[in-house]
Protein backbone atom coordinates (compact mmCIF):
# COMPACT_ATOMS: atom_id res chain seq x y z
CA UNK A 1 0.00 0.00 0.00
CA UNK A 2 2.74 2.27 0.97
CA UNK A 3 4.64 1.70 -1.93
CA UNK A 4 1.85 2.16 -4.48
CA UNK A 5 0.86 5.44 -2.81
CA UNK A 6 4.36 6.78 -3.30
CA UNK A 7 4.60 5.49 -7.11
CA UNK A 8 1.16 7.28 -7.36
CA UNK A 9 3.23 10.54 -5.68
CA UNK A 10 6.09 9.90 -7.78
CA UNK A 11 4.02 9.74 -11.04
CA UNK A 12 1.63 12.61 -10.00
CA UNK A 13 5.04 15.17 -9.47
CA UNK A 14 6.23 14.31 -12.69
CA UNK A 15 3.34 14.87 -14.34
CA UNK A 16 3.28 18.41 -12.57
CA UNK A 17 6.80 19.12 -13.55
CA UNK A 18 5.94 17.65 -16.77
CA UNK A 19 3.55 20.95 -17.27
CA UNK A 20 5.25 23.21 -15.47
CA UNK A 21 8.43 22.67 -18.52
CA UNK A 22 5.71 22.62 -20.79
CA UNK A 23 4.40 25.76 -19.43
CA UNK A 24 7.80 27.46 -19.31
CA UNK A 25 8.37 26.80 -22.58
CA UNK A 26 5.50 28.44 -23.86
CA UNK A 27 6.58 31.43 -22.04
CA UNK A 28 9.59 31.35 -23.83
CA UNK A 29 9.14 33.57 -26.89
CA UNK A 30 6.99 35.99 -24.04
CA UNK A 31 10.14 36.15 -21.98
CA UNK A 32 12.30 36.53 -25.13
CA UNK A 33 10.49 39.58 -26.32
CA UNK A 34 10.30 41.14 -22.77
CA UNK A 35 13.72 40.87 -22.82
CA UNK A 36 14.35 42.48 -25.64
CA UNK A 37 12.53 45.39 -24.55
CA UNK A 38 14.87 46.14 -22.04
CA UNK A 39 17.06 48.80 -22.31
CA UNK A 40 20.80 47.95 -22.18
CA UNK A 41 24.16 49.73 -21.07
CA UNK A 42 24.16 51.88 -17.98
CA UNK A 43 20.97 53.98 -16.88
CA UNK A 44 20.40 56.01 -14.63
CA UNK A 45 17.05 56.91 -12.80
CA UNK A 46 17.47 59.89 -15.23
CA UNK A 47 17.86 58.03 -18.20
CA UNK A 48 20.64 57.25 -20.65
CA UNK A 49 24.14 58.80 -20.36
CA UNK A 50 24.94 61.49 -22.90
CA UNK A 51 28.21 63.23 -23.84
CA UNK A 52 28.95 66.57 -26.07
CA UNK A 53 31.90 68.01 -27.09
CA UNK A 54 30.92 71.78 -26.89
CA UNK A 55 34.73 73.09 -26.70
CA UNK A 56 36.85 73.03 -29.54
CA UNK A 57 33.89 72.99 -32.02
CA UNK A 58 34.68 70.98 -35.37
CA UNK A 59 36.72 72.99 -37.68
CA UNK A 60 37.53 75.40 -35.56
CA UNK A 61 41.10 77.30 -36.09
CA UNK A 62 43.45 78.46 -33.04
CA UNK A 63 46.73 79.58 -33.20
CA UNK A 64 49.64 80.12 -30.74
CA UNK A 65 47.29 79.75 -27.73
CA UNK A 66 46.36 76.67 -25.56
CA UNK A 67 43.01 74.98 -26.63
CA UNK A 68 40.52 74.74 -23.93
CA UNK A 69 38.20 71.53 -24.08
CA UNK A 70 34.61 71.49 -22.54
CA UNK A 71 32.68 68.28 -22.12
CA UNK A 72 29.08 68.24 -21.25
CA UNK A 73 27.90 64.80 -19.53
CA UNK A 74 24.69 63.88 -18.40
CA UNK A 75 23.31 60.87 -16.07
CA UNK A 76 26.48 59.55 -15.94
CA UNK A 77 28.48 60.23 -12.23
CA UNK A 78 32.08 60.65 -12.91
CA UNK A 79 34.85 60.04 -10.41
CA UNK A 80 38.44 60.21 -10.22
CA UNK A 81 40.40 57.65 -12.30
CA UNK A 82 42.14 55.47 -9.62
CA UNK A 83 42.69 51.41 -9.41
CA UNK A 84 38.83 50.20 -8.48
CA UNK A 85 39.30 46.91 -10.14
CA UNK A 86 36.66 44.43 -8.99
CA UNK A 87 34.92 46.75 -6.67
CA UNK A 88 31.36 47.14 -6.89
CA UNK A 89 29.43 50.31 -7.44
CA UNK A 90 25.49 50.36 -7.07
CA UNK A 91 24.90 53.03 -9.83
CA UNK A 92 26.74 53.82 -13.46
CA UNK A 93 30.35 55.62 -12.23
CA UNK A 94 33.44 56.05 -14.12
CA UNK A 95 35.44 58.62 -15.76
CA UNK A 96 36.64 60.03 -19.36
CA UNK A 97 39.54 59.01 -21.68
CA UNK A 98 40.68 61.76 -23.74
CA UNK A 99 42.52 61.28 -27.28
CA UNK A 100 44.50 63.09 -29.08
CA UNK A 101 45.09 62.33 -33.11
CA UNK A 102 44.71 58.65 -31.51
CA UNK A 103 46.99 58.56 -28.86
CA UNK A 104 45.76 58.08 -25.28
CA UNK A 105 46.54 61.93 -23.88
CA UNK A 106 44.69 61.31 -19.93
CA UNK A 107 42.06 59.57 -17.97
CA UNK A 108 40.46 62.07 -16.15
CA UNK A 109 36.87 63.19 -14.14
CA UNK A 110 37.31 66.96 -15.60
CA UNK A 111 34.86 68.09 -17.84
CA UNK A 112 37.39 71.16 -18.71
CA UNK A 113 40.75 70.77 -19.65
CA UNK A 114 43.55 72.91 -21.77
CA UNK A 115 44.84 70.93 -24.54
CA UNK A 116 48.08 72.31 -27.22
CA UNK A 117 50.97 72.07 -24.87
CA UNK A 118 53.34 70.37 -23.20
CA UNK A 119 55.60 70.38 -19.82
CA UNK A 120 58.10 71.99 -21.77
CA UNK A 121 55.50 74.72 -23.22
CA UNK A 122 55.76 73.47 -26.94
CA UNK A 123 53.15 73.88 -29.12
CA UNK A 124 51.24 71.38 -31.40
CA UNK A 125 52.28 71.29 -34.96
CA UNK A 126 50.41 72.78 -37.72
CA UNK A 127 47.28 70.80 -39.25
CA UNK A 128 44.50 69.25 -38.67
CA UNK A 129 43.59 67.58 -35.15
CA UNK A 130 41.51 64.93 -34.20
CA UNK A 131 40.16 64.99 -30.35
CA UNK A 132 38.11 62.07 -29.38
CA UNK A 133 36.16 61.72 -25.26
CA UNK A 134 35.06 58.76 -24.23
CA UNK A 135 32.86 57.88 -21.32
CA UNK A 136 34.29 54.06 -19.64
CA UNK A 137 33.58 52.56 -15.89
CA UNK A 138 35.70 52.67 -13.11
CA UNK A 139 37.51 49.90 -14.63
CA UNK A 140 37.98 51.68 -17.49
CA UNK A 141 36.13 49.33 -19.91
CA UNK A 142 33.69 50.93 -22.54
CA UNK A 143 30.00 51.44 -22.25
CA UNK A 144 27.72 48.92 -23.71
CA UNK A 145 26.69 51.03 -25.90
CA UNK A 146 29.99 52.27 -26.72
CA UNK A 147 29.78 56.41 -26.01
CA UNK A 148 32.13 58.58 -27.32
CA UNK A 149 31.99 61.75 -29.23
CA UNK A 150 35.28 63.18 -31.91
CA UNK A 151 35.95 67.20 -32.78
CA UNK A 152 37.97 67.94 -35.79
CA UNK A 153 39.96 71.27 -35.57
CA UNK A 154 42.90 73.13 -36.85
CA UNK A 155 46.12 74.47 -35.59
CA UNK A 156 47.47 77.58 -38.17
CA UNK A 157 50.91 78.11 -35.85
CA UNK A 158 53.07 75.17 -36.81
CA UNK A 159 54.48 75.01 -32.66
CA UNK A 160 56.22 71.58 -33.36
CA UNK A 161 59.74 72.26 -34.07
CA UNK A 162 61.63 73.33 -30.80
CA UNK A 163 64.94 75.60 -30.64
CA UNK A 164 66.76 71.74 -30.59
CA UNK A 165 65.11 70.98 -33.39
CA UNK A 166 63.36 67.93 -32.07
CA UNK A 167 59.48 67.51 -32.80
CA UNK A 168 57.28 67.54 -30.06
CA UNK A 169 53.13 66.90 -30.53
CA UNK A 170 52.06 68.80 -27.76
CA UNK A 171 49.79 67.40 -24.92
CA UNK A 172 47.78 68.52 -22.07
CA UNK A 173 49.06 72.09 -20.22
CA UNK A 174 46.57 71.59 -17.31
CA UNK A 175 43.00 71.27 -15.55
CA UNK A 176 40.86 74.51 -15.28
CA UNK A 177 38.38 73.63 -12.88
Do not use: C
Not at 33 to 43: H, N
Not at 65 to 81: G, H, K, Q, R, Y
Not at 113 to 141: F, K, S, Y
Amino acid sequence: MVRKFFYLLALGLYQVGYYLVVLAIMQLPVLAQEMKALPSGPKTQFGQPTLSILKPTHGETFGKESIVVDIAVENFDLVVPEPRFGKPTNKPVGHLHIFLDSNPLIATNSRRLMIGTNADGDLMARGWHNLTVEVVDEDHNVLDPRLYKQVQFYVSYDGSQRGDGNVDGGGVSGFVK
